[in-house]
């Protein structure tokens, strides 16, 4: 008889994450919005009737796992297909299998993970035979459809959105994982509540690093006679740092600016300097976020307290000099300087209005006033004539129109009454009231 070897346990050599991967709609966590009772997504796939689509969602929320669930229901033909490790020459062989499956009245289903990772050649090969029939595209993806998918191929698929996990989502997920026999339910793992919940907010909402930290933390645990303790130490060193969602290239980077330059608007340093520390510690270019800082001193707070520009233009000079880690204060003491400061989008509001009316009305003249004569020929064509010199009054104003005739009466500049800017309000009411 052969001898077992250590090697011969499944268990250790196959990630927990993949041992429990759910195989029916009743194991799977999350996502009631689309597989609870009664909803589309779960009707399609228990009826077999599934249509090319795209599930779009974040990492560890169950995308692969759907798949395979539908693989497992289906009664057509089903190719897993990675867009890692797979080319044109792939796609065409796969394409070529389905086109002889439907000659023969055998549906194919084929689900592509990664489909972001194809460029625009390779997806292009998948149209001809969606449209076809040929096959029925399942693509997953951690990156807007909108942007990395073909407006064509995704006009001939349904997007569904799949959701991170909540809480007691990943608690459910961590609770079966030690009762059950496929992962530690014959080992006795004793760990609180209070430790799993450490677990699942670290996890952020993904069950695959919940259960890779779970693992960890068990293997990593004291081993005594009656089964196996995770003790808080043991844990502590298993989720030392957060692991960020984050991708300077991708939609999170903008939801994260996004976030931090809504938060100085809302007058909230406290989430301002969160959304900045967060983009800081998934890799972001401290240059990046002080030039959104130096635009945001301008576009929100203006001439309600000029002195936000300095303070940002100074803080991209310091990122600059110093780089990071050093820097990350420098932009602390930006984004809370201009999450503090009175807000007015006046000068944006002006510049916007301004650039209409310069895109969509006639470009008028300067009017003659205005007009430079540095030669006889402009003099006598009346270049400069009735320009009034302002120093040359007491008040330092004078009647001279600026504006063409045909905006005369047109305003950009509304200041408001916010900070500084109400001594600007008050000066400009001052000068139009000299003027009329």
Known sequence: MEQMTLFDDRRQTVPLASRLRPTTLEEFAGQEHLLGKGKMLRQLIEKDQISSMIFWGPPGVGKTTLASIIASKTKADFINFSAVTSGIKEIKEVMKQAEDSRRMGIRTVLFVDEIHRFNKAQQDAFLPFVEKGSIILIGATTENPSFEVNAALLSRCRVFVLK?????????????????????????????????????????????????????????????????????EGLEQCISRKSLLYDKNGEEHYN?????????????????????????????????????????????????????????????????????????????????????????????????VCKKDVKNLRAEPVPLQLRNAPTNLMKELNYGKGYEYAHDTEEKLTHMQCMPESLKDRKYYRPTTQGEEKAVKARLEEIEAWKR
């Open 164 to 232: 991170a996990l909540d809480e007691r989502d990943l608690m459910k997920v961590l609770e079966h994982a030690l009762k059950s026999p496929a992962g530690f339910g014959d080992q006795n793992v004793q760990m609180t509540e209070q430790q799993l919940k450490a677990v699942a907010a670290f996890a952020n909402g993904d069950a695959r690093t919940a259960l890779n930290t779970l693992e960890m933390a068990v293997l990593n645990g004291e081993i005594s006679a009656e089964g196996i303790v995770v003790t808080d």
């Open 256 to 352: 994260l600016i996004s976030a931090l330059h809504k938060s100085m608007r809302n007058s909230d340093p406290d989430a301002a300097i969160y959304w900045m520390c967060r983009m800081l510690e998934g890799g972001e270019n401290p240059l990046y976020i002080a030039r959104r800082l130096v635009r945001f001193a301008s576009e929100d707070i203006g001439m309600a307290d000029s002195h936000a520009l300095q303070v940002a233009v100074a803080a991209y000079q310091a990122c600059h000099f110093l780089g990071m880690p050093e820097c990350d204060v420098h932009l602390t003491h930006a984004v809370t300087y201009l999450s503090m400061a009175p807000k007015s989008n006046a000068l944006y509001v002006a510049c916007e």
